[in-house]
């Protein structure tokens, strides 16, 4: 059997293996699946060299960071899911409410081993951090939901995808295998945990003191199998066109799976083998590759070398100096947060794209890109706006909060781009005209889709 490999796996502490305990134990965070899942093949190789079980925990909490009942439907969903495929493979599955790192202390008196995935997020590091400190037996992260490990694209916060793409190109034929799956050998569907019942997302979710003030979206239901299926049916009518047709905000020439792919319910890499291995033409696999493989690990590089990702500060200087030095310039309209958060502005194509995020929980990458630029436009100050735009792309995006979101925001602002030519407001940040998307695209019927929803 391949072997998972070595970079993925770091130790978190020094503990030994408490090879007298019960299980080992896999705290599932981030990689919320349990198929090609890295983190899971490798607490299961070790139970199995253990001679133990394994336990998959998660924590389930009312106030996670941003998210709203959008984003705990569509997780829950997955997690049902998950649930319900771990039995198949004789592995318990143990849902707690809870803080992350209460949940898992409670648990790791039986674990020889604890095996966690890994996330980017200052949060999530400080939570692994955590359970690494306080647990008595080894900990161990493993990095499922990238291609390749981000330390072993870089050790420094790259300046744009030209500087990263060879960078990471050079690992691909080591990390671009598909996993296989095997074990555990002992079952530990026996074993007595307390925890809420798994099998029903709307049950939880009732139940759940979360904020509500962003409903679910009938457009995308979570889970594994969901995703596949949206992959099989992208790669099968859709990948040959992505090259010539996925700008075009019309005609939908897009995967869908970046929902999928925050919470792990889909790995990077199932996708990009799936890609790599299709009957198309190779220009449109490289695209696609670019976007999830360079543009993705970008984000992720992005979040995990700079612990600003998520404020003005952690904008390039060159950017900001510039729109600050415009900030008093004349905007052509100014409005306020309820305006833009109602879609109610004089730009049609805007107010379309808004209506498109607030009802689907998605965007098409186009229009995400107008949005983010005329939000500065027509914002007092670049620094509110870049409050408003991270705010906006957290609390309606499905894949929001994630490191793509940090990443595009502060795109918007010009990171990972260039200087170009200086104007109003936006100093000499790059800027996007209503007219190019009328030149380039059929955006009246962009605007009739999202009517129609
Ligand atoms: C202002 C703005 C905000 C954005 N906010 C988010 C966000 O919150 N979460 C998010 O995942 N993406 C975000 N993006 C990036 C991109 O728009 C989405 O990833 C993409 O539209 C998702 O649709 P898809 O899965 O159909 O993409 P596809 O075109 O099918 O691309 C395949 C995959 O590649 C990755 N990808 C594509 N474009 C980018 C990109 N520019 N940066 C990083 N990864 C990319 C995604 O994982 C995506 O699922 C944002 C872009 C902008 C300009």
């Not at 951090?129 to 992260?141: K, L, N, S």
């Not at 744009?160 to 569907?189: K, V, Y």
Request: glycine fraction near 4%; hydrophobic fraction near 40%; aromatic fraction near 10%.
């Amino acid at each position: 059997m391949p072997m998972i490999e070595p970079q993925r796996i770091q130790a978190l502490n020094d503990a030994p293996v408490a090879r007298d305990r019960r299980c080992v134990l896999y705290w599932m965070q981030a990689s919320q699946r349990a198929g090609s899942n890295h983190a899971l093949e490798h607490a299961c190789r070790q139970a199995d060299e253990l001679k133990l079980p394994v336990v998959v925990c998660f924590a389930l909490t009312d106030d996670y960071p941003d998210a709203n009942e959008r984003h705990y439907a569509f997780m829950l969903e997955g997690l049902t899911e998950t649930a319900a495929q771990l039995e198949q493979r004789g592995v318990r599955f143990v849902l707690r409410r809870g803080r992350p790192p209460e949940v898992v202390a409670d648990l790791a008196e039986k674990a020889a081993l604890i095996i966690c995935d890994a996330a980017y997020l200052r949060h999530q590091r400080q939570w692994r951090r955590q359970v690494a400190r306080t647990a008595d037996c080894r900990v161990e992260r493993v990095e499922a939901d990238v291609v390749v490990p981000v330390a072993v694209v870089s050790d420094k916060t790259e300046y744009a995808a030209r500087t990263i793409r060879p960078r990471h190109r050079r690992h691909w034929e080591r990390f671009l295998t598909p996993l296989e799956q095997a074990g555990p050998r002992r079952d530990s569907l026996a074993m007595r945990l307390d925890g809420l019942p798994p099998d029903d997302s709307a049950a939880l979710l009732a139940r759940l003191d979360i904020d509500r003030s962003v409903q679910r979206t009938d457009h995308y239901h979570g889970g594994t199998r969901r995703a596949r299926q949206r992959l099989k049916a992208f790669v099968r009518d859709a990948l040959g066109r992505y090259v010539d047709e996925r700008s075009d905000p019309s005609l939908g020439v897009a995967s869908r799976l970046s929902a999928y792919l925050h919470f792990g319910q889909i790995a990077p890499v199932e996708i990009a083998c799936a890609v790599r291995d299709a009957d198309v033409p190779e220009p449109a696999k490289e695209a696609y590759l670019e976007e999830l493989l360079i543009r993705r690990e970008l984000a992720v590089n992005f979040a995990f070398h700079n612990p600003q990702y998520d404020r003005w500060r952690g904008l390039p200087s060159w950017a900001r100096a510039t729109l600050e030095a415009h900030k008093s310039d004349a905007r052509p309209a100014v409005y306020t947060f309820a305006q833009l958060e109602a879609g109610d502005t004089h730009d049609a194509y805007w107010n379309a794209a808004m209506r498109e995020m607030v009802v689907t929980g998605a965007m098409h990458n186009t229009m995400r890109m107008y949005w983010g630029k005329k939000i500065i436009e027509w914002t007092r100050s670049p620094r509110t706006a870049f409050r408003w735009m991270r705010t906006l792309n957290n609390r309606y995006f499905l894949d929001g909060r994630d490191p793509s979101s940090y990443a595009n925001v502060g795109w918007c602002f010009g990171l990972h781009d260039r200087p170009w030519a200086e104007r109003d407001v936006f100093g000499t940040v790059r800027y996007m005209s209503a007219g190019g998307l009328e030149r380039k695209y059929d955006i009246d019927s962009y605007v009739r889709q999202c009517a129609a929803l």
